[in-house]
């Protein structure tokens, strides 16, 4: 592939035909001197910049600039472009980064929303809004400017052929053309291009440097046979691989073909030199064939529910439907449906997932249904690969875009519908600035796009069930798993029982044991959920009782046998086990509690000849490693899976009939007022991950509070009891939703300054206004982290708006007391008060 193809592949979009943007040439704002530009600084004001000469024209709003702030550059995004000139003199912009705005009106309005109402600065807003991570992308793109162009004709015909600066001039004319290429056909362009660019006739751009396919690496390629085949001559793997093509037409992955023609990734890049093949970047990191699965017709339930959904996109209005289905009620189908009716009407689709769904296997699942028209925005995508797929969908080459949290952003034309899949999720919370809930994003975003909302859950979260409760959502159920599957049978399973009968402190009761090795001598499969990685949840001496904690939080370290070390879980700190007790130095050391690690190695002990796999954050180094270890589950390599929460979601195996749960207790003490609510959620969906075959599935849980109702209500899969007695609870103690919320960190590396400076805070608080209660100052529960001190407001509101207003005035008595830019932290709708 020459540079000018490479070029035009990352200029103009998969499908020009789809893409109705003029081209560059033609883009024509309208001339403005100067610029407000909003940059990622922790303040809230934008900043004015003048325009040189050469960008008073492209300069729109939403386009990305780079501007000198201080002695810095920093990347920001223009707000708005006008003639007023500000009273101080302005700088000037350096650079403009993109052609097109990035950002749309209605995705800088959406920022601006998110700005206000999380009380976040709109700069590190609008920064987390966009995908491209690396600020600056390697890579110009010389055009002429209107003044380049006008002077020319004259240069041109002043100027010898050979003159380079006519040489550069004459190639510009046609079309832009990027430095590779002009350093590439014209060596002696370098100094010709410097001059004019400093006379403003020529105007470069930054783009991304696509790298050449040919170089990346099998499994990261597709191939197929170019359309005019050249007659060249070929070595036998390159006939044997284009007898093979011919075979089978189509594309495949390079690596997969491997297995089928020998040498044939050699080959496949040999032939794509002489363009007998064509070689093309998979459009993510899936591998195989997408094997086009035909829908299922969808059952009474369902077709009931899609229906509601239909009309709503239909008329065109903003609508937010709850989904509540429990696992297995064929959710997704629901899903797909309405994103076809969304395409056939001509408009876009948004999926958003949590974290740890979207594998490249679920993706797969996507391409097969909509083929070229989706678009995966996933974090473990290189910044080049996200950038394609985020263009993709800007140019509307995909229609549907699926992507986690910060998805919601992604720019999906003339957007119909958003479909947030277990909304209750709270991998959709972020919990960094600006800290915006995913789903509540989604919500709003749809409702100035007149866009219809999914939420769908087995478990949908108080919030959402409420909202449902009172008409601002409309409920839809599905209150059975598809094809009259039986829901699993739950069993409780007594630990103080079993400890009363058997004298033993066992890891695993008689019964879980007994169910496993029934499910081993069947040839079926178990799951088993531990909610702690590690060994041993921590290291405590004997003699003085002291345990070992991390140097940087208040926490103790968890023990990890396999790296004979013990780590912290929150800032992963990491020493050696120690063979005296630091504090009184006996040689007593001794391990508490379990993690999974030692689940593992104890049911090794136990059923010596069970095939085990496990699957917590320690096993998994990659998403791609995290997928090969569930695909080899899924094939049957292994009887059972040990793991963490992230066992617990979405994972769809017929042969799994037994699930295990080690301890429902684990959350039940932490100290957030979603406990309960998290335990029972887990319980649930852990509980859905049996019997979704043909088999009917059986769950134990293990427990020492069988009669705490998020465990017992777990244990008889009855959502509306659990949501009604949790609603009481809220009501009762004014928690959501039965109030707004809002948490405030005071932090320092000195706990003095974290005292003294939430004292204060504690002062400008007092007395709190109308409507508004605020407990603290208190040490947070985890009152050390990564090294920093932290105390904590927790603030409950009856009216949003009077705790907004109150948020914003804390923000700017930190701003005018000059506090560091890490001392507050504004958590708007918190989901964890650790
Ligand atoms: P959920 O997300 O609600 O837990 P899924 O959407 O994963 O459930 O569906 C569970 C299984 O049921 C999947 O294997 C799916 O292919 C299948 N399924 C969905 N709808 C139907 C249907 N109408 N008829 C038959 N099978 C279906
Ligand atoms: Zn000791
Ligand atoms: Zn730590």
Known sequence: MSDFGRFDATRSPERPDANSTPPKSEIRNPKSLFCDVSLPVPLDQAFTYALPETLRHRVAPGCRVLAPFGTRRLTGVVLRTHDDPPEMEAREVLRLIDAQPVLDEELLALGKWIGAYYCAPLGEVLRGMLPLASEIRRGKIYSLTDAGRDATRQLLLDAAAEDPVAQVLRALESRPLSAAYLAKKLPLADKAIKSLEKRGFIFPEQVEEDRDPLRAPSERLRVELAGERPEVKMSKPERELVAF?????????????????????????????????????????????????????????????????????????????????????????????????????????????????????????????????????????????????????????????????????????????????????????????????????????????????????????????????????????????????????????????????????????????????????????????????????????????????????????????????????????????????????????????????????????????????????????????????????????????????????????PNVTLVGVISADIGLGMPDFRAAERTFQILTQMSGRAGRGNLPGVVLIQTISPDHYAVRLAGRQDYQAFYERELEFRRAMRYPPFSAMANLLVRSEKQEVAMRLSGELGQFLTPPPEQLKIMGPAEAPVPRLKNEYRYQFLIKAANRTVLNELLHRVRHYALDRKWGATALVIDVDPVTLM
């Open 245 to 653: 093509l011919e075979l089978h037409p189509g594309t495949h992955n390079l690596k997969d073909l491997e297995s089928a023609v020998r040498s044939a990734s050699a080959a496949a890049r040999s032939l794509g030199r002489k363009k007998v093949v064509i070689l093309k970047r998979e459009p993510m990191a899936i591998s195989g064939v997408y094997a086009a699965r035909t829908p299922h017709a969808l059952n009474p339930p369902q077709q009931e529910a899609f229906a509601q959904i239909r009309d709503t996109i239909v008329s065109r209005q903003f609508r937010t439907f709850l989904l509540h289905g429990v696992t297995g009620s064929g959710k997704t189908e629901v899903y797909l449906s309405a994103i076809d009716t969304v395409l056939a009407a001509g408009r876009g689709a948004l999926l958003l997932v949590p974290e740890i769904a979207l594998t490249p296997a679920m993706a797969a699942q996507f391409f097969a249904r909509f083929g070229d028209r989706v678009a995966i925005l996933h974090s473990a995508f290189t910044d080049n690969e996200r950038a394609e797929q985020w263009r993709k969908i800007r140019s509307g080459g995909a229609g549907v875009a699926v992507g986690t949290r910060s998805g919601v952003f992604a720019p999906v034309r003339n957007l119909g519908l958003i479909v947030v899949d277990e909304e209750h999720d709270q991998s959709y919370k972020q919990e960094e600035t600006p800290r915006y809930n995913g789903r509540d994003v989604a919500i709003v975003r749809a409702k100035a796009a007149g866009a219809c909302v999914v939420l769908g859950s087995a478990t949908p979260s108080l919030e959402s069930r409420y909202n449902a409760g009172r008409g601002k959502y409309t409920l839809l159920e599905l209150p059975d798993r598809v094809e009259a599957r039986p829901m699993p049978q739950v069993e409780l399973i007594d630990m103080r029982v079993e400890f009363l009968e058997t004298r033993r402190q066992a890891t695993f009761s008689r019964r879980l044991l007994e169910a496993i090795s029934f499910r081993l001598e069947n040839g079926e499969q178990t799951m088993l959920l531990l909610n702690r990685r590690g060994f041993s949840s921590s290291v405590a001496c004997r003699a003085c009782g002291e345990r070992v904690g991390c140097v940087n939080c208040s926490l103790s370290l968890t023990y990890h046998r396999r790296d004979r070390r013990m780590l912290c879980h929150y800032c992963n700190y990491a020493e050696k086990v120690p063979s005296r007790c630091p504090k009184c130095q006996s040689e007593h050391i001794y391990f508490l509690g379990m993690g999974s690690e030692k689940v593992e190695e104890e049911l090794h002990r136990e059923l010596p000849k069970a095939r085990i796999a496990r699957l917590d954050r320690d096993t998994v180094s990659g998403k791609r490693h995290y997928e090969s270890i569930l695909q080899n589950f899924r094939e049957g390599h292994y009887d059972i899976l040990v793991g963490t929460q992230m066992i617990a979601k979405g994972h769809d195996i």
